[in-house]
């Protein structure tokens, strides 16, 4: 299993980190050691003293596919749940300034939250609406209308380059308002209104 993760797919939060409005989809990847399942405490990492919350849409892969038309893709996923994106900032700066890969900043351990999948059914894939809420407070707002690559063209563009495989998990991007998080911190998610997890921050 792989967990792909696109980066810079909302406008604001392109904007908020000062980066360019990508012309196709930034692509990076996680291990499944990343994964943070079942509601567990995020201990902060050492190595870093500026952990983001970054709260995405995420599609789970049903179907062995590559090359994959975008008019085909929806057949590809029937399920969703809310991520975290947890990424160390500070690193990631560091990197990006020397022009290195992001990994380091982005794939360490418990660096993917997940909640539990919920069916899309009848729901418009690109009209949901999910939040992030900081000990009660809403932090990040995001509605998959405003993606700049739909659900559908990032599996277009990544089945180009990977096999997409059964279990697979899509990190569709995160909106504005990302922000650290702190040891006492509680992280709570929300999609269409309905609570998908909840995270201590230790
Ligand atoms: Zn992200």
Not at 113 to 142: M, R, Y
Not at 158 to 186: E, H, N
Request: glycine content about 6%; hydrophobic content about 40%; aromatic content about 10%.
């Amino acid at each position: 299993m792989k967990i792909i993760c696109i980066g810079r797919n909302y406008r604001d939060h392109a904007l908020e980190l000062k980066n360019d409005i990508p012309t196709e989809p930034v692509i990076f990847l996680k291990p499944d050691s990343a994964l943070l399942l079942n509601n567990k405490p995020f201990f902060i990492p050492e190595f870093s003293n500026d952990v983001h919350h970054e709260i995405e849409l995420v599609v789970r892969i049903n179907k062995l596919g590559r090359h994959i038309e975008t008019k085909f893709a929806h057949t590809y996923y029937d399920e969703i749940a809310l991520g975290i994106d947890f990424t160390a900032r500070d690193l990631q700066n560091e990197l990006k300034k020397k022009g290195l890969p992001w990994e380091l900043a982005k794939a360490f351990d418990q660096s993917a939250l997940l909640s539990p999948f919920v069916a899309l059914g009848e729901h418009n894939i690109q009209d949901l609406h999910f939040t992030l809420e900081k000990n009660g407070q809403t932090v990040q707002t995001g509605h998959t209308a405003d993606m700049l690559f739909s659900v559908n063209e990032i599996i277009a563009f990544v089945s180009q380059y990977f096999t997409l495989k059964i279990g697979d998990l899509i990190y569709t991007g995160t909106p504005a308002g990302v922000g650290p998080v702190a040891i006492g911190d509680r992280l709570t998610g929300y999609l269409e209104g309905v609570e998908m997890f909840y995270c201590n921050i230790k």
